[in-house]
């Protein structure tokens, strides 16, 4: 593997946790066994390959660490750290169990003399079939009901109340930080403002322990790229995760910061002010994400994401549940893990991070709009030439909010196909003289044609990559019936007890003129707002002129998207 490039992670807040569960989950997605712990000797893992036979295009490097446990076992964790609230964490334990075991502890051996000790035990939590069958390892997650030994399929929609309830992955000891001021949906004290955050980042306890978690991670790496980041933007995790990203600024002003500011599929039971509030904090994140991130793209599964999220975002042949973070996080998760490929393949078009964060960023515009098109529809047996020749409609769905990608006006794009192999690109029957795309000879070169005949952007780049998006459980079952298991299309309907495991997709990020759009709605709807009735902005901290300046540098960033600036 190629050494360096690599990127660290954070996420701060829950939804961020639920893709972010989602997005490692796909990359160590196994048929057989859990464990991420490596044995020296039998490095084998359906997701990360180390067959020096079939060496996977993937650098999985570029977001993972190797280290080595007590007891002499290697092992392969996320380079990540992670932010949530009290109560957030289910069963899993903050420091997890990779390097310290349960087995390895004792809840009834007490060191000290009883009777001078209390002890107090911990409420249990009850686990799911899915997480039951991981500690096991006793049921290996096989489906003894399909053919071929299919991996299991897990129903955990009613199941699953936090993110670690399906996380597969496991996460290195310095991973996890909770902020035990504050407690997971708590309605006497919320952490729902901006300034909270903000403020919470200035203690030396929290950022002097962040800092330095950040710091062991970077030090690790050979050539470091720089910062994927996902945040909460709607609620006090904004305000963390942009002084944190004001701190990169600072200490690691040379790398690429890519940010993704997400905003939840739903609100159910709120309140006027409470939508408000919403609002406040993403102009204020907006507007700290302009100033010091490379690029960063808003991530919503709703239509409009601002007071509520809006009408749910359509996919042909998905069946997702809106109301279910579990379910709209695997999609922004899938579209996240395929967008990123062009600078995590170890050949081809591989670019880096900052090359892509400079050509999205151009003249000032530092938003870009997100795609995703899950599954790429093909049929099993049909050619990429051919489902491009007859595809009505769009290629994907805009993922991000207040924009629309169908009829926009795109100048640059960065887009990536993924499980489409170059044996299914033509026909090799097809007369020469039938299409000037005969002359293709790549994936990457057909798709490019195709967008530029079809006019989808004055500019695109085009990474292509034989690996499908891996969607075996505990990626939630919102494949519609027609859908087979290995992601083609069909008319014929996917038997009951067979899931779907993989899937081909297409995923992009856009520099487009709706990102004015967005930028103005968000605009026009903080102006109606007048500070000096949220108390509890002013009460932390936000003065007057601060909230006046973020207004108006959201109306300056908001021109950059003027057709006056067409590259």
């Not at 299914?424 to 994936?443: E, F, G, H, I, W």
Request: charged share 20%; proline share 5%.
């Amino acid at each position: 593997m190629a050494a360096g490039r690599e990127i660290v992670t954070l996420q701060f807040g829950c939804y961020s946790n639920f893709i972010g569960a989602h997005w490692w989950n796909l990359q160590v997605s196994v048929m057989f066994c859990r464990s991420l712990t490596l044995l020296p000797n039998n490095k084998q893992e359906a997701g990360f390959e180390y067959n020096a036979d079939n060496p996977s295009e993937i650098n999985h490097d570029v977001l993972f660490r190797e280290g080595v446990t007590s007891k002499g076992h290697v092992t392969f964790t996320p380079r990540l750290l992670l932010v949530d609230l009290k109560g957030s964490l289910g069963h899993l334990r903050q420091e997890g169990d990779l390097y310290n075991h349960p087995e390895d502890v004792n809840p009834n051996k007490v060191q000290w003399p009883v009777e001078k000790v209390d002890v107090l035990c911990t409420p249990t939590v009850e686990k799911n079939e899915f997480i039951n069958d991981l500690e096991s390892e006793e049921n290996v997650m096989v489906n003894t009901e399909a053919p071929g030994s299919l991996p299991k399929v897990y129903n955990l929609d009613s199941v699953t109340n936090v993110w670690a309830d399906y996380l597969r992955t496991r996460y290195h000891p310095r991973t996890v930080s909770i902020i035990n001021e504050y407690e997971h949906n708590s309605d006497t004290k919320p952490f729902d403002v901006f300034n909270q955050g903000a403020n919470l980042w200035k203690t030396e306890q929290f950022q002097d322990d962040f800092t330095d978690r950040i710091r062991m991670y970077a030090e690790e790496c050979d050539n470091m790229q720089g910062f994927h980041i996902l945040l909460d933007g709607s609620d006090g995790f904004a305000g963390l995760g942009t002084s944190a990203l004001e701190y990169l600024e600072d200490e690691y002003s040379t790398k690429s910061k890519l940010v993704f500011p997400t905003i939840p599929s739903e609100f159910s039971n709120t309140t006027t002010f409470q939508d408000s509030v919403r609002l406040l904090n993403l102009a204020l994140g907006f507007h700290s994400l302009a100033e010091h991130s490379s690029l960063f793209v808003p991530l919503c599964m709703g239509s409009s994401g601002w007071r509520q999220p809006g009408v749910p975002r359509d996919f042909p042949h998905l069946r997702y549940n809106s109301s279910l973070a579990y379910h709209s996080s695997a999609v922004l998760a899938a579209a996240l893990d395929t967008a990123t490929l062009r600078y995590r393949l170890k050949t081809g078009m591989r670019t880096s991070l900052s090359e892509m964060t400079d050509s999205l960023s151009r003249l000032g515009r530092r938003v870009a709009v997100a795609s995703l098109g899950l599954p790429f529809a093909m049929e099993y047996d049909a050619y990429l030439l051919d489902t491009l020749e007859q595809w009505e409609g769009p290629l994907w769905q805009t993922l991000s909010p207040n924009c629309n990608l169908e009829n926009d006006r795109i100048w640059i794009q960065s887009v990536v196909l993924r499980g489409v192999p170059k044996l299914r690109l033509k026909s090799v029957q097809m007369q020469q003289d039938r299409n000037p795309a005969y002359t293709c000879t790549s994936v990457q070169e057909m798709l490019s044609l195709f967008l530029t005949c079809c006019s989808y952007a004055t500019a695109s780049h085009v990474t292509s990559a034989d690996s499908p998006c891996n969607v075996s459980s505990p990626f939630p079952q919102i494949f519609s019936e027609f859908v087979g298991l290995d992601g083609s299309v069909s008319t014929q309907k996917r038997p009951g007890n067979i899931g779907v495991y993989s899937v081909p997709a297409i995923a992009g990020l856009h520099s487009c003129r709706s990102v004015g759009d967005m930028l103005a709605a968000l605009n026009m709807e903080v102006r109606k707002l007048q500070l000096k009735r949220f108390h509890c902005f002013c009460n932390s901290g936000l003065e007057e002129d601060e909230y006046e300046e973020c207004l108006n540098h959201l109306a300056l960033l908001r021109e950059c998207y003027n057709e006056e600036f067409d590259v």
